[in-house]
């Protein structure tokens, strides 16, 4: 099934008038009048719709609506690489993953911006469409560690450490929702300056993931895998 995003759906109204955007991707899908489309508003809502007329007029029928609640909460919150292409990657699939919120770190050892967050958005957008997540995630920042950790709603702040300790299940007591932010340095990893900050914050646990060094959005990758893997 095709997941197509339109920010612009809600939960009133029989007509659907897509956007250029969405008529693209009808014409690139070979929709043809009369055939089905899903399309999904990043806020939880998902609609069956039918095309009426041709795809370059845009105008879908919707046949039925589903909300879909916000899943539990999961940060990520990653400092800015050197390569645009893997901070990207990273960015997608951290998206497909299920985290619920993005955060770039303008950390004391992060490269220049070399993504803009409107192409990063884009890149949340296709994973979602991708992986039929009905939430997208929210793309913060950049900021700074200090803002980041001062501002979170994060209960619990995993950081990746060699010499840490091996993952640990992350459950939900019956008054609070555990909310983790996986945290992941740029190349060179996060400043001595950092991680005092970090040593003490009751918050932070310091995870090992693995038994070699790994490059940053690998390390974010197996980081939420396992994260997500102790909160089920």
Not at 108 to 115: G, N, T
Not at 168 to 197: C, I, T, Y
Not at 216 to 231: L, W
Request: hydrophobic share 40%; with cysteine; net charge negative.
């Amino acid at each position: 099934m095709d997941y197509l995003y339109d920010s612009t759906l809600t939960d009133t109204g029989d007509i659907v008038e897509a956007s250029r955007d969405l008529r693209r991707h009808l014409a690139a899908l070979r929709i043809r009048e009369g055939q089905s489309v899903t399309l999904v508003n990043g806020k939880g809502l998902r609609a069956s719709c039918t095309l009426v007329g041709a795809a370059a007029d845009g105008m879908l029928r919707v046949d039925t609506r589903e909300y879909v609640q916000a899943p539990s909460p999961l940060t990520l919150a990653m400092g800015l690489l050197d390569s645009r292409d893997r901070l990207e990657f990273a960015v997608e699939k951290a998206t497909e993953l299920g985290v619920t919120s993005i955060v770039l770190l303008d950390s004391d050892h992060a490269s220049r911006m070399r993504a803009t967050s409107l192409r990063l958005q884009s890149k949340i957008i296709a994973a979602c469409e991708q992986c039929g997540s009905l939430w997208l995630p929210e793309l913060a920042g950049p900021m700074s560690v200090d803002v980041f950790l001062s501002t979170t709603t994060a209960t619990v702040l995993v950081i990746g450490d060699q010499d840490g300790e091996p993952p640990r299940a992350l459950q939900n007591d019956a008054k609070n929702v555990v909310h983790p932010a996986v945290m992941v340095g740029p190349e060179g990893g996060f400043s001595q300056r950092e991680q005092a900050l970090f040593s003490v914050d009751q918050r932070v646990q310091r995870w090992a993931i693995g038994r070699q060094r790994l490059r940053a959005e690998t390390a974010a990758i197996a980081m939420i895998a396992a994260v997500c893997a102790t909160t089920q």
